[in-house]
């Protein structure tokens, strides 16, 4: 989702950086966007912190994930025109500064509402620091080193999301839930400093560019109003729920018209004439399910491993983390494979790999310990980057020149809606499935009495022994539940593996990173 206009290239004006000044630029730009997408994962383990300290419910607590989320859905959109308008560099700062004052806000509220607003805020400065921080990365580093800063940009969004709930656990459980937002203002702070030393004489060409307020505006409503949806569904029982109903017609119908109304505007917020072109379409087609069935991955192991395994939200993360750990190392060689390979050889190997380590892990058990289940997910990290960086490169290049800033913003749009979808589709579909296989495993349990009399033979009280029972029944099926839902993540990984084959082979090659975001 970007503007029409696309962020302007850099001048021949530009003075380039070398050596200390080089790497201090990109480890700033890096920072930069790793806060902005650690920032989307952050939240999710404080909420009942938050809730609680704020004596909101956990469903208003919610609100808070969804806040920040809303706010970027508004100005991702607008980088381009906002960049066009008073320069690349000055929007980064300004975004960066910002960020770091409405965190400082979020850790200072007294109450939910000033929380959910300042949140709201803090997601309409992070928007802008995704896209700038890899078009300015992209500009620093000279045009022979393009898999350097692609590959160090490629890390710090696969990691970020699975640091998270980590960093968030860690500073819930051992300080207070304001130290994650607040942790936030000191980062932005030296990013600043250092970063407008090294880039303020880095200019572009300004322009008078329009911005559809129209499109923009039904696109915060269907947006915000089918994430409100996604997060409010389980907890008020989906469409049994007036709430939810009314929601899905406002986010259907703000959809409908949205289409409608960017299909024949002239300079239109989100140009979707660039899915005519096949290699896009199925590139995102095959990203939005690899990155749906990934998400599926990393929102089922947290709550299985904290709700029925025992973990601290410290230790769920801790053990989930490894994914990002191993395509941390990956991704600098992917990035430099990336021009030289057939990108849907990449892309098919990486995901067809995700996808059998998921199926892998449907035969886990209630005895397993951290490295038994930290194990597939390292070995899974090594496929993360080969669906992530070569489909960035080949829907790219199966665009116009001036279609790929548009192209890729709306790439990075469904990506995030897959996940958001995935999320809500998850934690539904284990509740359920739970449900259903406890009522069948209790007509299956002990059904000649052997075990019930044999807890009572040992001492236990008739009450304990149903609890005992219980117990056992609830946490296979669970279990049960866990690894059925994995069979279906890892059915679908190979699914998009296979949706990648339809794109024709890329007639050009180009740059990983392209295109803003």
């Not at 996940?419 to 998850?426: H, I």
């Not at 539904?428 to 033979?457: C, F, M, P």
């Given at each position: 989702?970007?503007?029409?206009?696309?962020v302007?290239?850099?001048?021949?004006?530009d003075?380039?950086?070398?050596g200390?000044?080089?790497?201090?630029?990109?480890?700033?730009?890096?920072?930069?966007?790793?806060?902005?997408?650690?920032?989307?994962?952050?939240?999710?383990?404080?909420?009942?912190?938050?809730?609680?300290?704020?004596g909101?419910?956990?469903?208003?607590?919610?609100?808070?994930?969804?806040?920040?989320?809303v706010?970027?859905?508004?100005?991702?959109?607008?980088?381009?025109?906002?960049?066009?308008?008073?320069?690349?560099?000055?929007?980064?700062?300004?975004?960066?500064?910002?960020?770091?004052?409405?965190?400082?806000?979020?850790?200072?509220s007294?109450?939910?509402?000033?929380?959910?607003?300042?949140?709201?805020?803090?997601?309409?400065?992070?928007?802008?620091?995704m896209p700038?921080?890899?078009?300015?990365?992209?500009?620093?580093f000279?045009?022979?080193?393009?898999?350097?800063?692609?590959?160090?940009?490629?890390?710090?969004?696969?990691?970020?999301?699975?640091?998270?709930?980590?960093?968030?656990?860690?500073?819930?459980?051992?300080?207070?839930?304001?130290?994650?937002?607040?942790?936030?203002?000191?980062?932005?702070?030296?990013?600043?400093?250092f970063?407008?030393?090294?880039?303020?004489?880095?200019?572009?060409?300004?322009?008078?560019?329009?911005?559809?307020?129209?499109?923009?505006?039904?696109?915060?409503?269907?947006?915000?109003?089918?994430?409100?949806?996604?997060?409010?569904?389980?907890?008020?029982?989906?469409?049994?729920?007036?709430?939810?109903?009314?929601?899905?017609?406002?986010?259907?119908?703000?959809?409908?018209?949205?289409?409608?109304?960017e299909?024949?505007?002239?300079?239109p917020?989100?140009?979707?004439?660039?899915?005519?072109?096949?290699?896009?379409?199925?590139?995102v087609?095959t990203?939005?399910?690899?990155?749906?069935?990934?998400?599926?991955?990393?929102?089922?192991?947290?709550?299985?491993?904290?709700?029925?395994?025992?973990?601290?939200?410290?230790?769920?993360g801790?053990?989930?983390?490894?994914?990002?750990?191993?395509?941390?190392?990956?991704?600098?060689?992917?990035?430099?494979?990336?021009?030289?390979?057939?990108?849907?050889?990449?892309?098919?190997?990486?995901?067809?790999?995700?996808?059998?380590v998921?199926l892998?892990r449907?035969?886990?058990?209630?005895?397993?310990?951290f490295?038994?289940?930290?194990?597939?997910?390292?070995?899974?990290?090594?496929?993360?980057?080969?669906f992530?960086?070569?489909?960035?490169?080949?829907?790219l290049?199966?665009?116009d020149e001036?279609e790929?800033?548009?192209?890729?913003?709306?790439?990075?749009?469904?990506?995030?809606?897959?996940?958001?979808?995935?999320?809500?589709?998850?934690t539904?579909?284990?509740?359920n499935?739970?449900?259903y296989?406890?009522?069948?495993?209790?007509?299956?349990?002990?059904h000649?009495?052997?075990?019930?009399?044999?807890?009572?033979?040992?001492?236990?009280?008739?009450?304990?022994?149903?609890?005992?029972?219980?117990?056992?029944?609830?946490?296979?099926?669970?279990?049960?539940?866990?690894?059925?839902?994995?069979?279906?993540?890892?059915?679908?990984?190979?699914?998009a593996?296979?949706?990648?084959?339809?794109?024709?082979?890329?007639?050009?090659?180009?740059?990983?990173?392209?295109?803003?975001?």
């Amino acid at each position: 989702m970007s503007q029409a206009q696309s962020v302007p290239s850099a001048p021949s004006a530009d003075v380039a950086l070398t050596g200390g000044a080089l790497w201090m630029a990109a480890l700033m730009l890096a920072a930069a966007n790793f806060l902005a997408v650690l920032n989307m994962t952050i939240a999710n383990v404080a909420v009942p912190n938050i809730a609680g300290a704020l004596g909101a419910a956990t469903s208003q607590g919610t609100w808070v994930i969804t806040a920040y989320a809303v706010g970027e859905a508004i100005t991702v959109p607008l980088t381009g025109w906002l960049s066009s308008r008073f320069g690349s560099v000055r929007v980064f700062f300004v975004s960066m500064v910002l960020f770091g004052v409405f965190s400082v806000v979020c850790g200072l509220s007294t109450s939910i509402g000033i929380l959910v607003v300042a949140r709201i805020f803090q997601g309409l400065c992070g928007g802008p620091l995704m896209p700038l921080s890899q078009t300015l990365m992209m500009r620093i580093f000279p045009k022979d080193k393009v898999a350097v800063p692609i590959g160090l940009w490629s890390m710090t969004t696969l990691v970020a999301p699975v640091v998270g709930p980590i960093l968030g656990g860690y500073l819930c459980d051992e300080y207070s839930w304001s130290w994650v937002f607040i942790l936030n203002a000191p980062i932005a702070l030296v990013c600043t400093f250092f970063g407008w030393k090294l880039l303020k004489d880095y200019t572009d060409r300004l322009s008078r560019a329009g911005i559809d307020l129209v499109g923009l505006g039904l696109l915060v409503v269907w947006v915000g109003a089918l994430q409100l949806m996604l997060d409010e569904g389980k907890n008020l029982d989906w469409f049994s729920s007036n709430t939810i109903i009314g929601l899905c017609i406002v986010a259907v119908v703000g959809f409908a018209a949205f289409i409608i109304w960017e299909l024949y505007e002239e300079h239109p917020v989100v140009d979707l004439k660039v899915f005519r072109h096949r290699g896009f379409s199925v590139s995102v087609l095959t990203i939005s399910l690899a990155f749906a069935a990934f998400f599926g991955v990393n929102v089922l192991t947290p709550l299985w491993l904290q709700n029925f395994m025992g973990y601290t939200a410290t230790q769920a993360g801790l053990a989930t983390a490894w994914t990002g750990v191993t395509a941390f190392f990956v991704a600098p060689l992917v990035a430099q494979a990336a021009s030289k390979v057939d990108p849907r050889k990449l892309v098919f190997a990486g995901v067809v790999w995700m996808g059998l380590v998921t199926l892998w892990r449907t035969v886990a058990t209630t005895d397993m310990g951290f490295w038994d289940v930290a194990t597939p997910l390292v070995v899974m990290g090594f496929g993360l980057p080969f669906f992530f960086i070569p489909t960035t490169g080949l829907a790219l290049s199966s665009v116009d020149e001036h279609e790929m800033d548009s192209a890729a913003g709306l790439m990075n749009f469904l990506r995030t809606l897959s996940g958001a979808f995935a999320t809500s589709l998850v934690t539904t579909v284990w509740d359920n499935k739970i449900t259903y296989n406890h009522a069948e495993l209790v007509g299956l349990a002990d059904h000649d009495q052997s075990v019930r009399t044999l807890l009572e033979q040992a001492g236990m009280a008739a009450d304990a022994v149903n609890q005992a029972i219980d117990y056992l029944i609830t946490s296979q099926s669970v279990m049960l539940a866990t690894n059925q839902l994995m069979t279906v993540i890892g059915v679908a990984f190979l699914i998009a593996a296979s949706v990648i084959w339809l794109a024709p082979k890329p007639s050009r090659v180009v740059e990983p990173g392209t295109g803003g975001h």
